[in-house]
T-cell receptor, first 110, second 115 residues
Framework: GEDVEQSLFLSVREGDSSVINCTYT??????LYWYKQEPGAGLQLLTY?????DMKQDQRLTVLLNKKDKHLSLRIADTQTGDSAIYFC??????????FGTGTRLQVFP | GAGVSQTPSNKVTEKGKYVELRCDPI?????LYWYRQSLGQGPEFLIY????????DSGLPNDRFFAVRPEGSVSTLKIQRTERGDSAVYLC?????????????FGPGTRLTVL
């Protein structure tokens, strides 16, 4: 079945770049997503990429997709303490249901 | 505008009891999804409605779980004979499918604790 894997934890200094990585198994994925979850808040869609693209940039966020290796990454430039949260990679295919990874907890320290 | 709302926000019940969790989607959204998030895990798909009908219920773990959406708006997730392993945050999302990416908007979730 479909599977999405992420590393569990990332710690960065404020002002540095963060890179969160994800691998997935479903070769029929149509869209790949990055969601942010903060304590007490709902899941928030940060950005997404269509499977026929290899890069998407949105302000401080850069998404890279290597479809051959089924590898997705999210780069956050100039990371701030407000970026501390859990980041989930997710994929969907024609069925529209989202398959989520286990989440990466990003901790930003001063 | 109003987002997806879920009630109750917290539910504590005893093993073996029946519970109902409610989801109010964004007005006009035809698609509605239920997910379950266990501690330290990502959300796991349960069921997806398009209008009143369940388009995909492949994620329901067993026949103790059932969901309805009788008028194509509000949905209720029903869990019979609850077990301690059912403890999790139950998330609802809604969307308006069309051409291209189908963004799902998530509610705050219902935290279910089975004692």
């Amino acid at each position: 079945g479909e599977d999405v894997e992420q590393s569990l934890f990332l710690s960065v200094r404020e002002g540095d770049s963060s890179v969160i990585n994800c691998t997935y198994t479903d070769s029929s994925s149509t869209y790949l997503y990055w969601y942010k979850q903060e304590p007490g808040a709902g899941l928030q869609l940060l950005t997404y990429i269509f499977s026929n693209m290899d890069m998407k940039q949105d302000q401080r966020l850069t998404v890279l997709l290597n479809k051959k290796d089924k590898h997705l990454s999210l780069r956050i430039a100039d990371t701030q303490t407000g970026d501390s949260a859990i980041y989930f990679c997710a994929e969907s295919s024609h069925t529209d249901k989202l398959i989520f990874g286990t989440g990466t907890r990003l901790q930003v320290f001063p | 505008g109003a987002g997806v709302s879920q009630t109750p926000s917290n539910k504590v019940t005893e093993k073996g009891k029946y519970v109902e969790l409610r989801c109010d989607p964004i007005s006009g959204h035809t698609a509605l999804y239920w997910y379950r998030q266990s501690l330290g895990q990502g959300p796991e798909f349960l069921i997806y409605f398009q209008g009143t009908g369940a388009a995909d219920d492949s994620g329901l773990p067993n026949d103790r779980f059932f969901a309805v959406r009788p008028e194509g708006s509000v949905s209720t997730l029903k869990i019979q004979r609850t077990e301690r392993g059912d403890s999790a945050v139950y998330l609802c999302a809604s969307s308006l499918p069309g051409q291209g990416m189908n963004e799902q908007f998530f509610g705050p979730g219902t935290r279910l604790t089975v004692l």
